[in-house]
């Protein structure tokens, strides 16, 4: 079964209005968890590590305060694309490191992925 | 410049016969080489993860190969099936600050 959840898997929102991308480390604490980015035929671009508990750390050129992430508690990491234009439209993954010594060796979880359509 | 770079971006098999990707980084320092396995619309699956003494890991009808002195990387798949048609995708991990640089990918179809 899934190890790292996202929620939900489509959503199509009008423009300007605001969206919020839920993920969640089903099997593990998770003090890390990343988000990223897929256009079509494209590789994931990160676009922010976000940390339990403190402020998540975005790359270059991506706009925090469009891209709203908040990582309350350590399962669970949110995405929220404010005033969201059509160009925002793409997929979103996150994905979610688990502790040192997890059973399965350090891999990183990716979850379902959220695919955005903005209208 | 992309510090994984993968090859060829994208091919064509028959079913039943076999195939490699490559993967070339220049990611330092080291840490893993990880290769996904994406399908169209779907999160990355994990296929196999390699560390600096790893020369070869396998998983199923799935080879993967590295090479750390050189930098390179491989994918074999062996018997290709229908359902081995997706993205696979070579990511590295930086040991100093837990960074992922990823590949752009190669898309595999396989056609019977």
């Known amino acids: 079964g899934a190890v790292v959840s996202q929620h939900p898997s489509r959503v199509i929102c009008k423009s300007g209005t605001s969206v919020k991308i839920e993920c969640r480390s089903l099997?593990?604490?998770?003090?890390?968890m990343f988000w990223y980015r897929q256009f079509p035929k494209q590789s994931l671009m990160l676009m922010a590590t976000?940390?339990?508990?403190?402020?998540?750390?975005?790359e270059q050129g991506v706009e925090k305060d469009k891209f709203l992430i908040n990582h309350a508690s350590l399962t669970l990491s949110t995405l929220t694309v404010t005033s969201a234009h059509p160009e925002d439209s793409s997929f979103y993954i996150c994905?979610?490191?688990?502790?040192?010594?997890?059973?399965?060796?350090?891999?990183?979880?990716f979850g379902e992925g959220s695919w955005l359509t903005v209208v | 410049k992309n510090q994984v770079e993968q090859s060829p971006q994208s091919l064509i098999i028959l079913e039943g016969k076999n195939c490699t990707l490559q993967c070339n980084y220049t990611v330092s320092p080291f840490s893993n080489l990880r290769w996904y396995k994406q399908d169209t619309g779907r999160g990355p699956v994990s296929l196999t993860i390699m560390t600096f003494s790893e020369n070869t890991k396998s998983n199923g009808r799935y080879t993967a190969t590295l090479d750390a002195d050189t930098k390179q990387s491989s994918l074999h798949i062996t018997a290709s099936q229908l359902s081995d048609s997706a993205s696979y995708i070579c990511v590295v991990l930086r040991s100093n600050d837990y960074k992922l640089s990823f590949g752009a990918g190669t898309t595999v179809t396989v056609r019977a």
């Open positions: 099997d593990f604490q998770a003090t890390t």
């Open positions: 976000s940390n339990e508990g403190s402020k998540a750390t975005y």
């Open positions: 994905s979610a490191l688990p502790p040192r010594g997890w059973h399965s060796g350090n891999t990183i979880y």
